[in-house]
């Protein structure tokens, strides 16, 4: 009987997409994957170092899987991905009995560290770069185990050339790097064969991709356009552009591109220019909100979602308020708001005499979300009539006779079946949308105009 594997990943869409990878290659190897704990011979823990809270969850799941492992001689833990790069050693010193520890640029190592430690006892193997003499740090997404059958994440590049104060993305994964566009394509096709319908573009500054192929000019737009002519390909979403590097050809080609859903994920952080300047962002929020117009204008019905910071060390009421004016001139369709958490190794952390006392950000949050979740539910009344067509995930958690999907602009969309009706997920469906909330629109079914193309595939686990 094959052993079984369990992988927990924490933090960010590039984290997931690694953890999918990841799997792949356990199955690849013998293994089989299992989504119950107790049944796993083989736990992997796929970890971010972003946000505090991912140390804290962390080492919470490590000290429950210690006592698992005394009582289940044999059970190997492994730890990878970002915080078991930044931190190293001292991950083994505070867990001693964590059986392999591998970096970000070593992933696809994990099997034969696996085995390794099986035979020989603990290894932590880091490497600062990718290896040049060893496997591609990307194995094509075709060989992952995806979560969802019908989509798929694919790197476009890695690393980041930027230094943002708060970020520990460029300690962590490296300078950019990006792969070659005929790789990609391919990829894609082959991703497209196997029913993929949807795919997402990832990288930590996708509108620079190709910068450094080049040496001269980024090729985001093009990429855009050549994988949303990809026969089969329905949807294209990618993720995440920074402000600075979004270009009249980006534009232009998310407005021209039919797949490319209308959807624009454009992280401001903070509406201060003050602020902007210490987090070493590169622009001002004028010429933030200036793109955003351009992108307005091209692209017919986009949604816009954003990341914001709230308390970043020094940030002044005045500073706070001018965030608040952006946000509510910039009308987001939802964001990803996030307290401020010092990463050692960044220049924000450097920076503790001047951290906001934490019930003043605690405020200053609950102020900026009562703003953005305003502006999302004008946005989503203004839906109310419309038809949508909706990406079929599945059953709501909530109330399994209701089923959930994503439309163009990656809303959460609820609706019913009719009584008695099936409808799979991958499926493309016409939704009548008749309700609104800020975090989700409701409506009722019209018809199903497409059925899925994928074959079933084994579902990872998430922390």
Known sequence: ???????????????????????????????????????????????????????????????????????????????????????????????????????????????????????????????DAPDPDGAPEHAPALSAVRELPYAAWVTIQTGCDNSCAFCIVPAVRGPEASRPMDELLEEVRRLAADGVVEVTLLGQNVNSYGRDLTRRRPMFAELLSAVG??????????????????????????????????????????????????????????????????????????AVTTDLIVGFPGETEDDFDQTLAVVAEAA??????????????????????????????????????????????????????????????????????VLTGRSGQGKLVHFEPAEGQRIPAGSFARVSVTGAAPHHLSGGLLEVTAAPRHRTRIPVSAA
């Open 332 to 401: 987001y369709d939802s964001t990803y708001t996030f307290i401020f958490s010092p990463r050692p190794g960044t220049r924000a952390a450097a920076m503790e005499a001047d951290y906001v006392e934490p019930a003043v950000v605690a405020d200053r949050f609950e102020r900026l979300r009562a703003v953005v979740e305003r502006s999302a539910l004008v946005r989503h009344e203004a839906r109310i009539g419309r038809i949508e067509e909706v990406l079929v995930e599945g059953p709501s958690r909530r109330d399994p006779d």
């Open 229 to 302: 002519a990809v026969e089969g390909i329905r949807r294209v979403r990618f993720t995440s552009p920074h402000p600075k590097d979004l270009r009249p050809e980006t534009i232009a080609a998310m407005a021209d591109t039919e797949a490319v859903t209308p959807h624009l994920h454009l992280p401001l952080q903070s509406g201060s220019d003050r602020v902007l300047a210490v987090m070493r962002r590169g622009y001002t929020a004028q010429r933030y909100l200036e793109r955003l117009a351009a992108a307005r204008a091209a692209i017919d019905d986009l």
């Open 1 to 127: 009987m094959p052993r079984k594997f369990l992988i927990r990943t924490f933090g960010c869409q590039m984290n997931e997409h690694d953890s999918e990878r990841l799997a792949g290659l356990l199955v690849a190897d013998g293994l089989e994957a299992t989504t119950e704990l107790e049944d796993a011979d083989v736990v992997v823990l796929n970890t971010c170092c972003i946000r505090e809270n991912a140390d804290n969850k962390l080492y919470g799941h490590l000290g429950h899987l210690k006592s698992l492992q005394e009582a289940r001689p044999g059970l190997q833990i492994a730890v990878g991905g970002c915080l078991a790069q930044k931190d190293r050693e001292g991950l083994r010193e505070r867990a001693e009995f964590v059986d392999v520890v591998f970096g970000t640029h070593n992933l696809g190592r994990a099997p034969a560290l696996l085995r390794h430690a099986a035979e020989h006892g603990p290894i932590t193997e880091i490497l």
